[in-house]
């Protein structure tokens, strides 16, 4: 029998039974219509993570911090001679040291006035970090960072120099004074000149600026506490690829004794438990397509019995036992495919639903101050479901798979009927 010809027998079988093809279809419909909704949330959901994690680290920056997990603590920061060793690490391009004074406030020259929202005073090279951090760190307009003729000169982050809705309550110009209180006396109380203000840069990451102000790492050096060395190193590489191997050199310049935060790594790591998590909810999802075959299953083993006197009527007429396979196998593979079309495109649908529910109840957490979760604010995770046409074709082949796999059982049997049984058969 021709191919053509099998098909349009198969699909005037099904047409005559309707309801029961509908309601054995249902189940495959149910089975890929979850496939598809999970799989496209789960691309979407790895790709949102991903363009956070993009946006919240530069992917080809290294943070640097004393001490780690195996060795503690170290008890200096680092040197200027570590600073200009890293600089000499194949790959890394540009070596940048941080001072920070996580005791220091940043408050207005008049008393009784309320400070600003700086929960941590660094020294940097200011220099160095706009070529460090390109796109994040620039300034308001009207601003300037600090030269060599301004030691006082102090720059504030963006929410610490606005109220919650955004308005600026400090300005280029203004005196400010950054003050140390240590077991309840001052010990630092000196007059500093706001030169500029930063833009808003709006991450989520390890070195979100936001919450910070700057001074010269000249004038931090001098400042109590700012005199044991530097708190945190940055170094930017020249190829995000490769940051694993530039963090492991530099890993052995220290004899394992820092830390160093690797973006990619992190990345890398949370792709990983991304993809156990749709495989895992893609696992659970299939169960429900494989009770769909049982059932067709025990559909076409009731179609096998209610046809047994059309099967001998054929066998009688020269039809051979593979014609009768290949027939009722052709009926099953009908179901996967219709099933499995309608799936596909009620997949994309749900998809569409779940996310808009999940993105209104997933939540992030952005730092203040960088290295704190010190006035972390909560923000939505919008969630765009991501369409992969390989899951398109896996999710239909998976279908026809399930149908004609569990479709076998019943169409042998009906290719093994005796024809003089089958025509007596009432």
Aim: net charge neutral.
């Amino acid at each position: 029998m021709k191919t053509s010809k099998m098909f349009g027998t198969a699909w005037d079988n099904l047409k005559k039974r309707k309801l029961r093809t509908a309601l054995t279809t249902l189940g495959v419909v149910i089975g890929i219509t979850t496939i598809i909704a999970l799989a496209s949330l789960g691309e979407g959901l790895r790709f949102t993570v991903n363009q956070r994690l993009q946006t919240g680290f530069e992917l080809n920056v290294l943070i640097i911090i004393p001490g780690s997990f195996t060795s503690g603590l170290r008890g200096a920061g680092f040197s200027q001679t570590d600073v200009s060793n890293l600089t000499q690490i194949q790959n890394v391009t540009l070596v940048t040291p941080m001072i920070t004074l996580p005791t220091a406030t940043v408050n207005r020259t008049t008393t009784g006035q309320k400070g600003f929202g700086a929960f941590t005073v660094g020294g940097i090279n200011f220099t160095q970090m706009q070529q460090m951090l390109p796109e994040r760190f620039h300034l308001l307009p009207g601003g300037q960072f600090p030269n060599a003729t301004e030691p006082n000169g102090l720059v504030l982050g963006y929410k610490a120099a606005t109220t919650v809705n955004g308005t600026l309550v400090a300005s280029v110009g203004e005196n400010v004074t950054v003050q140390i209180v240590a077991a309840g006396r001052l010990i630092y109380n000196e007059t500093y000149v706001i030169t500029g203000i930063l833009a808003e840069g709006g991450t989520s990451g390890l070195t979100n600026f936001d919450y910070w102000a700057f001074v010269p790492i000249q004038t931090a050096a001098k400042i109590p506490g700012g005199g044991g060395g530097y708190q945190i190193i940055l170094a930017k590489v020249t190829n995000p690829q490769i940051s694993e191997d530039v963090s492991n050199a530099i890993e052995d310049y220290f004899r394992n004794s820092v830390t160093v935060f690797v973006p990619t790594a992190l990345e890398h790591q949370v792709d990983n438990i991304l993809n156990l998590i749709t495989i895992f909810l893609l696992a659970i999802a299939s169960i429900s397509l494989i009770v769909a075959g049982v059932g067709i299953m025990n559909i076409m083993t009731v179609s096998v019995m209610e046809r047994t006197r059309e099967i001998g009527i054929l066998k009688a007429i020269g039809a051979k036992n593979r014609t009768i396979l290949s027939m009722f196998l052709t009926e099953t593979m009908l179901m996967g495919i219709l099933g499995g079309i309608i799936g596909i495109i009620t997949g994309y649908g749900l998809s569409y639903a779940l996310a808009f529910a999940v993105s209104g109840l997933v939540q992030t957490s952005q730092q203040s101050p960088g290295f704190s979760s010190v006035g972390s604010q909560n923000q939505n995770l919008t969630i765009e479901p991501i369409f992969s046409p390989e899951w398109t074709i896996i999710a239909l082949a998976f279908a026809i798979i399930v149908c004609v796999a569990f479709g076998l059982y019943p169409a042998r049997k009906a290719a093994r009927l005796d024809p003089v049984q089958a025509l007596r058969y009432e």
